[in-house]
């Protein structure tokens, strides 16, 4: 398994870290022994987005404690590493391009005063803080069931588990708190888009 990573210099409480710090990040997503437990299944990408404080989630808990609420209430998965970061606006594009953005992109933003769609909305929320990101690991090979099954359906205005993270915790759609990779080959491709995202992060700074 690999070795567990964690930097509180990384933490999600600060907006601006130091460049520097990411460089074990950047090594650990180059590992080859991760990128072998991803194909076996053993590790999946979870992600605790940004601003999920008290008008985000029902127990009216500030951004910080809502994020360990959202970790405490991880089981049966090993957390082999935690660190923040700030998405770009282009790795927003490339991590939700395609259905994701054509569904809002139909939607009404919550701001109309601002936004002309909810994609546009949704492009700036996603890049205007830390997202807090999580290698999940199991040995069994179901890391992406297991996280996905503690997740809940994204429309929890619809479809509301109160046994999962989204059902009991959220307060509608359009932040529901958290996400998690659907099969290997999303891990890979989620984990390039923030190393970019960080790389170019780190150049325009």
Known sequence: MISPFYNPELDRS?????AAEFVPVLELLENPELHEEITKGNVTLAMIR????PDA??????????TDHIEESIFGLAVISKFSFTFTHNAVDSFYGGGPQAS??????????????RWLEFRDFMASAPTTALLLYSPYGDAITRWRGHLGHWNIDEIRDP?????????????????????????????????QSIRDTERSS
């Open 104 to 117: 809002m992109e139909k939607e009404k933003p919550v701001d109309p005063t601002t936004y002309a769609s």
């Open 163 to 195: 046994a999962t993270i989204r059902g009991a915790f959220g307060v509608n759609k359009y932040n529901n708190l958290v996400h998690g990779s659907d099969e290997p080959a999303a891990v890979f491709k989620e984990l390039d888009i923030i190393r």
């Open 14 to 18: 600060i907006s601006q870290p130091v």
């Open 50 to 53: 940004p601003h999920v404080g």
């Open 57 to 66: 989630n029902l127990l009216g808990l500030q951004d910080l404690e809502a």
